[in-house]
């Protein structure tokens, strides 16, 4: 049973570039969480996805921004880069009633030049 | 609104010492309560959780955390530590479903040194 995958596992960008980052969840799971862990950070919730909409969003600008696909897939997009947005984007998955329990992905590092 | 504290940033511990890392949450709601491993290079992996019943909950490696409601905290300790344990450790508190969340708050994270 495969557990959650991300893609790419690194990236380099410049400033003002997009990026589309992916994740596939965990067999039986519905729900895709996406979290932003800056370097000595813990872990920041940007948004949640469930049934393909966005049902819950964390405190980040409208440059991030997210879909979820009919097998629950899901991308999460960041357009205009900063410097400040190198980190480490990590997607968790879950059933939509599965007590709060996440599985988290490897994680893509996102390094903005 | 919820948040998660952990106290300590770095813990190092002589191998087959105790140790116990420290977390506590502010909530005015009842929570869910985790604590996730994070190696290096790696993403987290789920160590232990608190949803209801028992207040002391156990990995199976040998880890163990209580929940202690009157002072919101849910320490993480291990009797004896290997070289093997040394990581991040965050701890993560989420409100319960069917309240249409269950983002996690995570903790700063503690950085586990476990020295030969």
């Known amino acids: 049973d495969a557990g959650v995958t991300q893609s790419p596992t690194h990236l380099i960008k410049t400033r003002g570039q997009q990026v589309t980052l992916r994740c596939s969840p965990k067999s039986g799971h519905d729900t895709v969480s996406w979290y932003q862990q800056a370097l000595g950070q813990g872990p920041q919730f940007i948004f949640q996805y469930y049934e393909e909409e966005e049902r819950q969003r964390g405190n980040f600008p409208d440059r991030f921004s997210g879909h979820q696909f009919p097998n629950y897939s899901s991308e999460l997009n960041v357009n205009a880069l900063l410097l400040g947005d190198s980190a480490l984007y990590l997607c968790a998955s879950s059933r939509g009633e599965g007590m709060g329990i996440q599985y988290f992905g490897a994680g893509t590092r996102l390094s903005v030049l | 609104a919820q948040s998660v504290t952990q106290l300590d940033s770095q813990v190092p511990v002589f191998e087959e010492a105790p140790v116990e890392l420290r977390c506590n949450y502010s909530s005015s709601v009842s929570v869910y309560l985790f604590w996730y491993v994070q190696y290096p290079n790696q993403g987290l992996q789920l160590l232990l959780k608190?949803?209801?019943?028992?207040?002391l909950v156990e990995s199976i490696n040998g880890f163990e955390a209580e929940f202690n409601k009157s002072q919101t905290s849910f320490h993480l300790r291990k009797p004896s530590v290997h070289i093997s344990d040394t990581a991040e450790y965050f701890c993560?508190?989420?409100?319960?479903?069917?309240?249409?969340?269950?983002?996690?708050?995570f903790g700063t994270g503690t950085r586990l040194q476990v020295f030969p």
């Open positions: 608190y949803l209801s019943g028992s207040t």
């Open positions: 993560a508190v989420t409100e319960p479903p069917g309240r249409n969340t269950d983002k996690l708050i």
